[in-house]
């Protein structure tokens, strides 16, 4: 199967399994798994952060640091299209208390900064605390240009705000842009990293902050649902994913260059420009439920939509791309 429809489908290779073996274990809730204290040490210092926190999923680690961010009463900027306001079941007003103030993003995954300096608001008692902009990188796979995040931390700095960064996909914006990891999240506050996307770990995410921070997003972990005990288990896989799944990002942009360079070729295809390891295609309705059936039915699992998003990841070859696009060009010979 080449199952093109997330890069969160990627399953534990023999040797990242064995590396999960093998890891020294203790109980984190008491801060003596060796394991996961070296993947939070390992991963602030990758991103330039003091201190780390590991937890289950990018959802709770962004919730988290919301919640440590901002108090009941206050708000978070986000994209219109951010994970952190629109997939996150809303969690930040529900447990938090925190109103979101969602902006829409422009084409490159960008909020304008008159947007977002328009909605920061006065300290009135008719608005809610503007506390803290959330970014996303990379947003739809698409890498935020550096110079443009220097741009909001200035307004952060100017209105005396904190800044997020949603780093699900951080490590392909660090590829992408030829830059450390520590360069892209230099101007954050906090950054959350997911090790389950393009990483290819089972489960996991890590979020990064200095001490003070980290010291107070551990209790709203133990609050959401508290620490994993041995997860030394995980946080192996993690580690084995910084030294080995990291720098082969470049393979996964390459394969969606490929493939949306043979997509944009089939005549009744429009595909979006691609950065990373994210490709969007236009397909006309009329044979979106026929070519997810031809796909399926050739061995490649997508949800074809309008507006279909294929994912790269480490579980798919070049040779399977082209194996994908074969599908796909025999598809439209007929339709
Ligand atoms: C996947 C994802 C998350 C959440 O991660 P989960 O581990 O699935 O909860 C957050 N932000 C972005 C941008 C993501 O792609």
């Known amino acids: 199967m080449i199952d093109l429809r997330s890069d969160t489908v990627t399953l534990p290779s023999a ?29 602030a210092e990758r991103c330039g952060f003091e201190a780390a926190l590991f937890v289950p999923t990018g959802t709770q680690s962004n919730l988290i640091a919301l919640m ?18 629109r997939y996150e079941g809303g969690g930040a007003a529900v ?26 608001k006065p300290d009135d008692i008719h ?17 935020l240009p550096p110079g443009y995040v220097t741009e909001v931390a200035r307004l952060v700095t100017k209105y005396g705000l ?41 489960a996991g995410s890590v979020l990064c902050g200095d001490q003070s921070f980290i010291e107070r997003a551990k209790r709203w972990r133990k609050m959401l649902g508290g620490g994993m005990r041995q997860a030394g288990v995980l946080a ?8 080995h799944n990291v720098e082969r990002l470049a393979d996964d942009h390459q394969h969606a260059a490929q493939l949306a360079a043979g997509l944009g070729a089939i005549e009744q295809l429009q595909v979006e ?28 699992v997508a949800q074809i939509r309008p507006r279909t998003r294929l994912v790269t990841h480490l579980d798919v070859s070049a040779a399977q791309i082209g194996d994908a696009l074969a599908a796909f060009q025999e598809f439209f010979a007929r339709a």
């Not at 093998?22 to 060796?34: I, K, M, N, R, S």
């Not at 994209?79 to 952190?84: E, K, M």
């Not at 447990?95 to 979101?100: F, N």
């Open 273 to 300: 420009p691609v950065q990373t390891n994210i490709v969007y295609v236009h397909v006309p309705q009329a044979h979106t439920a026929a070519l997810e059936a031809h796909l399926t039915a050739h061995g490649v």
């Open 15 to 43: 040797a990242m399994r064995a590396a999960m073996h093998d890891a020294p274990l203790g109980d984190d809730v008491y801060g003596e798994d060796p394991t996961v204290n070296r993947l939070q040490q390992v991963v």
């Open 68 to 85: 440590t961010h901002c108090q009941r009463g206050d708000e978070y900027i986000a994209g219109q299209d951010a994970h952190t306001y």
């Open 236 to 243: 192996a896989a993690g580690l084995y994913a910084l030294e």
């Open 95 to 120: 447990l938090g208390s925190i109103q979101p103030q969602p902006l829409s993003n422009q084409p490159d995954g960008s909020i304008a900064l008159a947007d977002i300096e328009a909605a920061i």
């Open 127 to 143: 608005f809610a605390r503007t506390r803290l902009i959330a970014l996303e990188n990379t947003i739809g796979g698409k890498v």
């Open 162 to 202: 904190a800044l997020h960064l949603d780093g699900a996909r951080v490590f392909n914006a660090a590829v992408k842009l030829g830059l450390t990891p520590q360069q892209v999240c230099a101007e954050f506050d906090s950054v959350s990293v997911c090790l389950s996307k393009g990483l290819g770990t089972p």
